[in-house]
Structures are given as structure tokens and as C-alpha cells.
T-cell receptor
């Protein structure tokens, strides 16, 4: 198992453009999370999926953001009409939840977005 | 709203020292608390996870404690090494590991 992978690792875009990021979780993990991290701060929760169902969304996830996990495996995070304030590291994590207990979240290396 | 604070924001110690990193949270109704390590420009690596019913967890030179009633956790690193240099983050979960709230981290530098 190679762990959680994210693609691309870096993305530079111009304001107003749309961008899409991909996350491939650890294969047997049923939960997948998206976080955003700005410089000098801890990650902020954006949303999470259990299998293909999106169960929770933060208020940080504006209408310009959409996340999908169509087959309960990989996930995509799309940002439409990017703004300079969207510049951040976008982190994906996965975990195995068995109901009664919850395993650790395993994080990917992140996608660093720069909006010019 | 859960607020997580980590003190100090930065710490520099000589190699071999034992050290303690602090984490405090405002709402004691947590499901678990985790400590993570983050190297510059990289993702997070989980170090220790403490369930709300537990008081401490140990892994090698690391020991994490949890006092829910006072809203505090500490991460103790014994015999620090230059390879321990990183940012250490604590995070609390209000329920079953969703919506983790992170502190801003403590940036640790261990000098050879």
C-alpha cells in the first residue's frame, strides 16, 4: 500500500479559472476527508465522505467548492472561479471507521494551490 | 465552538533534551485527541491518538497525555534528536473522527 496520494502536488492558476484536485485514499478506507491549510495555521476541515456519501460540509466550503467521491474510492475537489484567498495547501486524508471505534486519519502530501 | 491552542508557537532546544509541547481545548466534550507531525511543505503524519476514555498513549520516545476535564494535552519527547525537528499539531474530534479541529502547531527545532 502506497498510502494516500494527491494530484497535482502544485497548481498555479490565474484568478477566475477553475481547478480540480484528485485524492486517492488507502484502498480499504471507507472515509475520506478534505482540509485546507494556510501558512502558519493548522488544517481546517472542509468536508468528508463515508463511502460515496458526503456526510458533512464546513461553512468554509462556499458555493464555488464542490467535492465528489463517485464510486467510494478516489475523490475530486473542484474550485470554480478561483480567488486569491483560495491560495492554500489542500490536504486529503482517509481512515477506516468501523462504527464503534475510529482509526487514525492518514494524510496525503497535499496539493499546493497558488492563485495569481 | 471548539478552539484549540498550542503553546509555545516555536521552540528551539539542543539535542538530547527532554521537552514538552502543550495543547489546550475549550470544549471538553471530545471523542479523541491526536498529535501529528508535519515536515515543511508536506502532509501530516499521525504520532499518537488518545481516545476520550484514555489518559495517555506512548510510542517510542513519545508520550501523550490527556486531561479532558481541564481541556489539556501534552506531548512529551524524550532525548530529542535533530530528526525530530518539525511542526507538531494537536487536533480534537467532537465525535467519531469527523470535523477535527487543529491547533496552529508548535514549530520545533532540535539543534545538533
Amino acid at each position: 500500500d502506497t498510502g494516500v496520494s494527491q494530484d497535482p502536488r502544485h497548481k498555479i492558476t490565474k484568478r477566475g479559472q477553475n481547478v480540480t484536485f484528485r485524492c486517492d485514499p488507502i484502498s480499504e478506507h471507507n472515509r475520506l476527508y478534505w482540509y485546507r491549510q494556510t501558512l502558519g495555521q493548522g488544517p481546517e476541515f472542509l468536508t468528508y465522505f463515508q463511502n460515496e456519501a458526503q456526510l458533512e460540509k464546513s461553512r468554509l466550503l462556499s458555493d464555488r467548492f464542490s467535492a465528489e467521491r463517485p464510486k467510494g474510492s478516489f475523490s475530486t475537489l473542484e474550485i470554480q472561479r478561483t480567488e486569491q484567498g483560495d491560495s492554500a495547501m489542500y490536504l486529503c486524508a482517509s481512515s477506516l471507521s468501523s462504527g464503534a471505534s475510529t482509526d487514525t486519519q492518514y494524510f496525503g502530501p497535499g496539493t499546493r494551490l497558488t492563485v495569481l | 465552538k471548539q478552539e484549540v491552542t498550542q503553546i509555545p508557537a516555536a521552540l528551539s532546544v539542543p539535542e538530547g533534551e527532554n521537552l514538552v509541547l502543550n495543547c489546550s481545548f475549550t470544549d471538553s466534550a471530545i471523542y479523541n485527541l491526536q498529535w501529528f507531525r508535519q515536515d515543511p511543505g508536506k502532509g501530516l503524519t499521525s504520532l499518537l491518538l488518545i481516545q476520550s476514555s484514555q489518559r495517555e498513549q506512548t510510542s517510542g520516545r513519545l508520550n501523550a497525555s490527556l486531561d479532558k476535564s481541564s481541556g489539556r494535552s501534552t506531548l512529551y519527547i524524550a532525548a530529542s534528536q535533530p530528526g525530530d525537528s518539525a511542526t507538531y499539531l494537536c487536533a480534537v474530534s467532537p465525535g467519531n473522527n469527523n470535523d477535527m479541529r487543529f491547533g496552529a502547531g508548535t514549530r520545533l527545532t532540535v539543534k545538533p
